[in-house]
């Protein structure tokens, strides 16, 4: 199994980016993705996961200004990030579960949030 994130960088406050994660080699193909993010001496915490049929579920942090979508035939998660803030900085891991619930995490990609 293989994830590969994008769209991480350096915004300014109030800005805008859009965070991708393509998964391959996962057999039946992903039942959830999602995204968490962790930052220096912090547990990784939920940021947005959304199932395979498409219920999606939010950080409360994060609601109102982030929204997750997949495309299931790209086996593609999005994580549209605006109005970020500089407690948006992290880095966001890629999450998928597969049919068996097996977790399998990204790379990492990171997210700066500064003027």
Not at 36 to 54: D, F, H, M, N
Not at 64 to 86: A, C, E, H, W
Request: overall charge positive; charged content about 20%; proline content about 3%.
């Amino acid at each position: 199994v293989q994830l590969q994130a994008s769209g991480g960088g350096l915004v300014q406050p109030g800005g805008s980016l859009r965070l991708s994660c393509a998964a391959s080699g996962i057999v039946f193909g992903p039942k959830n993705m999602g995204w968490y993010r962790q930052t220096p001496g912090k547990q990784r915490e939920l940021v947005a996961t959304i199932t395979s049929g498409g219920s999606r579920n939010f950080a409360d942090s994060v609601k109102g200004r982030f929204t997750i979508s997949r495309d299931n035939v790209k086996n593609t998660v999005y994580l549209q990030m605006n109005s970020l803030k500089p407690e948006d900085s992290a880095v966001y891991y890629c999450n998928v579960r597969d049919t068996w619930y097996r977790d399998y995490w990204g790379e990492g990609t990171l997210v700066t949030v500064s003027s």
